[in-house]
């Protein structure tokens, strides 16, 4: 069918080296494939999501996909207006006839990442650095740490989180001290999900000449010999998927739970990180995952029950 | 005992990293201030520095002049201010204000336009950015115990930009007490009408001292963006110029006093990320929000209770205006 | 005698105006840089703000916040005192709308929350503004300082109580839940029928704006309090003189300040977005900074440099939605800019102005 | 005197937008002379002298400096020709000491330690030769007012002037200062240096002066040769009618006591005690005068009488009712209620604020009133009304309520506060400095109303520097000197002697030689 998809990103923006630079991604790949354009904002304040989608939505545009869980009030307002228009949210759900909600196991990609850093990890310490404490970055932390604990269930794991504001989704200087003061305490591998303040990590790695761990998009290209993978959250497939189901007519609304079976989360290897990952720890991480897909692994999700084993 | 002491070099290390920033923008605004301009905009030079050091640096791989072009903006950036708060008599405030959101925008806008990365320079190549500096013997005496360490991992390695902040401590007190022009911008912050019957133009007088601000903040945000980090993020100086403001009036307007209090912002800052998920003793688990918010409670409670009233050079924020028409 | 050289309506009218086109100039030129028509551009910005009943809406929304921001800046400025700390005072405010909400929107109507929901706005801000106040009145620690250490400390209150104890349980998301009908502020195209602000969330919290902005005239020009707070302001030493207490000035005025500023979540959290959520404030208390100084601290002046910021906001978002090429970041410029020259430099033309409307002296005429 | 005049200037114009403070003024001052102007305040004496110093530029009109046309652009072409200028309004940085104050815009050199180390040789030997001694260490906001005009005139010395304006120098010192600044100004015309002096007292202008031009509205209306004319004359031609100079009051007729003053000590900021012991008694319908050397604890016995102040120790009385000043809770609203007025001495710092409209000011310290108030709100009809009947009954000019008193001159701004204070009808009222820098059209008509009040029955408890004032006002006068009353006299008591009272020689007898203005 012909269709007239738009993109809303949240407040970090189009490209915040994160999970909205992701769904960009996604989008300019379908609009490469395909040759069909779409539209896209980056909102300034809450007042303006419903706005937007509202605008895209009397505009004719659809699907309209909403990246990130804040939209999610907005989104179930603004469907309910347009029954006949197709939404999409990613990283929330909500139950309507005309939205299709994606997420992510995203302690599922976190999971296999901790088991390579624990393998990596020489000192048994390992870090985490988050932006801000909300759930949805605990649960990263908590896979995380789930992760390297099969490994090494005596490793310590070092969390901080950065700051309070948006600030603390760009903040590569604190994200680069708060990654030193991990390695300090000994740490050797860091994990960041932090957006623009996770590139001071990673600097921070390199400096000190240990590894640091990518999130979202495959960073592992940004300090080539320093970052030893990506935990890859694949937006950008998420993304270009519900064009193309839409553009197939294949559209469906309903809950898309995207986790290591699906694709949807997964870990980076490439040439950036060959040299990094041997054969036993490429082995031992390909070993957790298909243990994962087959359920002989259970990840605990934070967000289950706000606890983390 | 040892590892207690070699925690706190550590601690002291971070500290001089984090509180180089805030010592060069609060020394800026010093200048400003105590030639009478009051600045709320050194958030905004310090970001547009920070943008044009990390882009040139990127352009020329070579960390001097992106040095020179973060300066080249600031400096810019400080002359829109002088020209509305000096020329003009504008509000100073509002003036600032406007700054800082020019910066704002503006970094993200030619940010995108020129590397298309969201506003984001990109990864600085070698050369780009300013390295660590090894100081003569530090390899030597590292092993030295008590002071190997302090020497070699303190004093030591960090980028040149830190030095030339603290070396601008000493500096900016000899201009400020030790010569005329020093002489003259503390006059002229305080009274610039005595200033002006002593035949010497407190236009100038006051350009000169916003220049200088300029050249600092500018030096500020290329340490963000090509010193501590490798590259420009949006938004990146993360309320770094406000944070300087305060240590300015906690410092009471004086060079030694800045550096003590940007020391001391820096200190918080180190110890509440070393201390972040660390359990308490008696107290047990803490949430992270409380480290998080740990120095600026310090602040105000040191500030409650150790440094009596701030003063501002009188005339700082008043336009002068000898003549109403 | 030396006031009023000049018409009022040169001085309130004339030179913004000219102000205001200078900055639209200079900020079509960066709209020429990045290759699109600035005349189209300004005119999608003003049709996009003033051109149909929801922009209107929108921007009135928007001035909603900044009357009430730019008014906590301005009193505290009367009595010589720079609150900077509206932005914390604002998310400490919504934190008292939420709590009156939750405890009243499914027991009773909006109108019996309301007074509860202002009340505590009002608290919850004059409250966070307290202490700074206080250590200014008996600690002489310096307003600014302390004001810019407390929103960061708002901050990570809020955070913190959003995701460990007003979340919703099971949702990821740091904020509380929608509250019911009894928790929301009509919307202004549901209770009139004059203009169609169709879904703008404009609300009744504009009313309230209104009402405070002339409650703050009364106050600061029409009572003894205000007399004291103007006084202060003005000369300390000359209100030592005449009898008035610094430390209650400076206490009293900073509560008013920061319920004001906490007010501003009335619009906010229960006029539009209908639950708590994390960092709303999204900088309207910092340019209520520039909303005050640009409305010369009057109400009036406030109103009309609070609808101009709406004006940018909602114009802007149009802007940028219609124009893909120019971002939201080219939206700050713009604003920016329009601080710049319409704040900062408002005496740029003024000089050449002053000159077209005041007649040649010739020295010799005048005699006597 | 027949050569070159030092200063010419022909048809100077000058306009602040409406104002036209200058208007086509000649004037001809001789080399090595000292030379007078007067006028009423707002006439436009100041500004001439700016422009003249370059702080101001003439919108037309032309300057000569020794027969020589020069356009003085800013102030640094002023003091390249030689001309010095000690304003009306100090031009100090009270934070710096007197020497950096005294070097600064002559620093001589890029950095201090060279100009400084001739500075201060210099300011030896200008000690020497003027008797102008100042530590220059000492930070000049800390000093009384009298040594920071020693400070102005050692700048514009130091610099070399050999043109000194000097804008209301007097205003600020006692009689003996004045007569050792007057001392100096001879020496220095003796040496060949031009003086213009500014000020509101004839006496001084036929003491000092050889030549003498009136300032009128902006307007040169006369000069002439001190020696051929008469206060009188001068009065005259200033205010345009013939003016009062003197006082006239019939004796008093004191009634019982209404303020009684007892063990009063204040401590200041810096922890000085700068009033010890002080116990008096006010009565009924007199003039107590407290006459002394500015800084010698006046102002901070005045401050803690009218509440401002907190005191160390002592009781004030005022009827029948005492107060402790030193363990009540004493504020200024509170001694207001008591039925105490005050005129403080420092008008433009305490006793107005002049941002504000004039009914504004007219009501400041009495704003709680009950006359004041129409339920929670300001009465603001009823303020007016009362301001407009105070501006008519004092004779304040222009006769504006909304006008902002920042554009009033000093005499009104003066009026202002006076009519304030004295309409509450208070019981006793205390006032410092009224007739500083005011001109003298108004220092009669304030005069005037003083006695008027002491005549209605008042206590009136005067401060002033000004030994003619209390001399020729007060009914008592109590002599200060370091924070203490170190004398009481009659009215109308020798002047030499209270002079030496004020200078902390004791009581009688002491040597004739003691220079009074120096204060230990
Ligand atoms: N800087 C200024 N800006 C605007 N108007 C001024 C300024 N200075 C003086 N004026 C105006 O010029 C007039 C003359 O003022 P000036 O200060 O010269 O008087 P003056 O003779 O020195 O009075 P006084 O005896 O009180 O010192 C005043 O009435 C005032 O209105
Ligand atoms: N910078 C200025 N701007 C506006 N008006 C001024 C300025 N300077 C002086 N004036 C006005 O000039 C007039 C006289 O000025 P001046 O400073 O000489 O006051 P004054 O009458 O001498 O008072 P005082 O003796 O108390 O200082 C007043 O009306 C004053 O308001
Ligand atoms: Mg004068
Ligand atoms: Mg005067």
Known sequence: ADINPAVLYDLGGKFDKSFNEAAFTGAEKFKADTGIGYRDFEIQNDAQREQALRNFAKRGQSPIIAIGFSQANAVEKVAKEFPDIQFAIVDSVIDLPNVRSIVFKEHEGSYIVGVAAALASKTGKVGFVGGMDIGLIRKFACGYKQGVMSVKSDAEVFENMTGDTGAAWNDPVKGGELAKSQFDKGADVVYHAAGGTGIGVLQAAHDAGKLGIGVDSNQNGLFPGSVLTSMLKRVDVAVAKTFEDAKNDAWSSGVQVLGLAEGGVDWALDDNNASLVNADMKAAVEKAKADIISGTVVVHDYMADNTCP | ?325 | MSAGQLPRWVDYGLIPLINLIAAFLVSGLVVLLIGENPIDAVRVLIWGALGFGEGVGFTLFYATNFIFTGLAVAVAFHAGLFNIGGEGQAYVGGLGVALACLALDRIVPWWVTLPVAVAGAAVMGAAWAFIPAWLQAKRGSHIVITTIMFNFISYSLMVYLLVNVLAKPGSMQPETRTFEEGGRLPFLNDIQSLVDFGTAPVNLALVLALIASALVWVIIWRTRLGYEIRSFGANATAAVYAGMSPARIIIITMLISGGLSGMMALNEIMGSQHRLLIEFVAGYGFVGIAVALMGRAHPVGIILAAILFGMLYQGGAELAFEMPAISRDMIIVIQGLVILFAGALENLFRPAIVRIFTPSRAPAVQAG | MSETPAIELRGVNKSFGPVHANRNIDLLVGKGSIHGIIGENGAGKSTLMSILYGFYQADSGSIHVDGREVRIADSRQAIDLGIGMVHQHFMLVDPFTVLENVILGAEDGATLSGGTRKARQELRRLEQEYGLKVDPDAVVGDLPVGLQQRVEILKALYRGAEILILDEPTGVLTPAEADHLFKILEVLRDQGKTVLLITHKLREIMAITDTVSVMRRGEMVATLKTAETSMEELAEQMVGRSVLLHVEKTPADPMGTILEVEDLNVTDARGVRVVKDISFKVKAGEIVGIAGVSGNGQSELLEALAGIRKADSGRLSIRSETLDLATMDIDPALMREKGMGHVPEDRHRMGLINSFAEYENAVLGYHRSEKYAKGLLLDIAAIKQEAREAIEKYDIRPPSTDLRTANFSGGNQQKIVLAREIERDPDVLLVGQPTRGVDIGAIEFIHKRLIELRDEGKAILLVSVELDEIRSLADRILVMFDGAIVGEREAGADETELGLLMAGVQDQGAASGAVAGEKA
């Open chain 2, 1 to 325: 005992m040892l590892d207690a002491y070699q925690t706190l070099i550590l601690l002291l290390d971070s500290t001089l990293r984090l509180s180089t920033p805030l010592l060069l923008a609060c020394l800026a605004g010093l200048y400003s201030e105590r030639s009478g301009v009051v600045d709320i905009g050194l958030e905004g030079k310090m970001l547009g520095a920070a943008f044009g050091a990390g882009a040139v640096a990127y352009l020329t791989s070579n960390a001097w002049l992106g040095l020179l072009a973060g300066i080249g903006v600031a400096v810019g950036l400080a002359l829109i201010h002088g020209f509305a708060s000096i020329t003009n008599r504008g509000n100073q405030i509002v003036s600032g204000v406007a700054i800082n959101f020019l910066a704002a925008g503006l970094t993200v806008l030619l940010g995108q336009a020129w590397f298309s990365q969201g506003g984001r320079t990109p990864t600085l190549p070698q050369g780009g950015r300013f390295g660590e500096v090894i100081l003569p013997g530090a390899e030597a005496v590292r092993d030295v115990p008590v002071l190997g360490p302090l020497y070699s991992e303190l004093i030591s390695g960090h980028n040149i930009l830190v030095y030339l902040a603290f070396a601008a401590v000493p500096l900016t007190w000899w201009i400020l007490f030790r010569t005329r022009f020093g002489l003259r911008l503390r006059a002229v912050g305080e009274n610039p009408a005595a200033v002006d019957t002593a035949g010497i133009s407190v236009v100038l007088l006051r350009y000169r001292a916003v220049v200088i601000c300029g050249i600092l903040t500018g030096v500020a945000g290329s340490y963000l963006s090509i010193a501590q980090s490798s590259g420009f993020i949006r938004d990146m100086t993360a309320g770094k110029g406000y944070i300087a403001l305060a240590a300015l009036i906690f410092a009471k307007w004086r060079p030694v006093n800045a550096m003590y209090a940007c020391l001391l912002f820096g200190f918080l800052d180190a110890m509440a990320i070393r201390l972040q998920g660390k359990s308490i003793p008696m107290i047990g688990e803490v949430p992270v929000q409380v480290f998080q918010t740990l120095p600026y409670i310090l602040t105000v409670i040191l500030l409650a209770g150790f440094i009596g009233k701030a003063i501002p050079p009188k005339a700082s924020g008043v336009p002068y205006l000898k003549e109403r028409s």
